[in-house]
């Protein structure tokens, strides 16, 4: 089996990329928090705060950062679970529910890949905001229901090994091919990434 095709972005790309969903997000969920799952949903994250603003406050948005693994090797994980188990290594502190409650969150991370990330992030946050709605009387329940949305940089266009559910907004900055992709904070010399990636593009209108 050959080497995997790569497709590198650069700072500039991912600014951009995030910058055209950023209108479409504003008009269809208003998000008044961000949940940044780690590591790569950190910068895409803080760029949209930069196009998006609290609809009532008109102020920054907040970001709160979970800390999810699938692929990276952990202390105490085993061969089985890396890559078929999502591993929690952080979490919204120790009321999450609290955090939480009556907002419109939307969850940020880099690439829909197998999906199975963001189905367990989702899953996660919705137990914990329905353990505090229980301690709310029934009839404040449903207006404090925290609202979720969903934002990745890139989805890959692939069979999906986790599920979202419907009724759950879901937007995405740029359809891509099931490529290796890499980002340019993970680039140990990030002038030798950017010097390739304009090789790629440079390739891509020759072809």
Request: net charge negative; hydrophobic share 35%; charged share 30%.
């Amino acid at each position: 089996m050959g080497e995997p095709e790569h497709v590198r972005s650069t700072y500039n790309d991912i600014h951009n990329i995030i910058r055209g969903a950023s209108n479409k997000i504003a008009s269809e969920f208003k998000p008044d928090m961000f949940i940044a799952i780690g590591g790569g949903g950190f910068f895409p994250a803080r760029v949209l705060r930069t196009f998006l603003k609290d609809p009532s406050t008109k102020r920054n948005i907040p970001i709160q950062a979970i800390g999810l693994s699938l692929y990276e090797s952990l202390p105490g994980t085993t061969a089985e679970q890396l890559g078929s188990e999502v591993i929690r290594t952080q979490w919204l502190g120790p009321d999450p529910g609290k955090t939480l409650l009556g907002r419109r969150a939307l969850i940020v991370d880099e690439v829909d890949d197998s999906r199975k990330t963001l189905q367990y992030a989702l899953k996660e946050l919705q137990k914990d905001v329905e353990s505090e709605l229980q301690l709310l009387p029934e009839s404040e329940r449903d207006s404090k229901r925290t609202k979720f949305a969903i934002f990745v940089v890139h989805n890959k266009l692939k069979p999906k090994l986790g599920e979202l559910p419907p009724n759950i907004p879901y937007f995405v900055g740029a359809e891509v091919e099931d490529v290796w992709l890499d980002y340019p904070w993970e680039a140990i010399d990030i002038e030798e990434h950017d010097r390739l990636a304009k090789e790629d593009k440079e390739k891509e209108k020759t072809t």
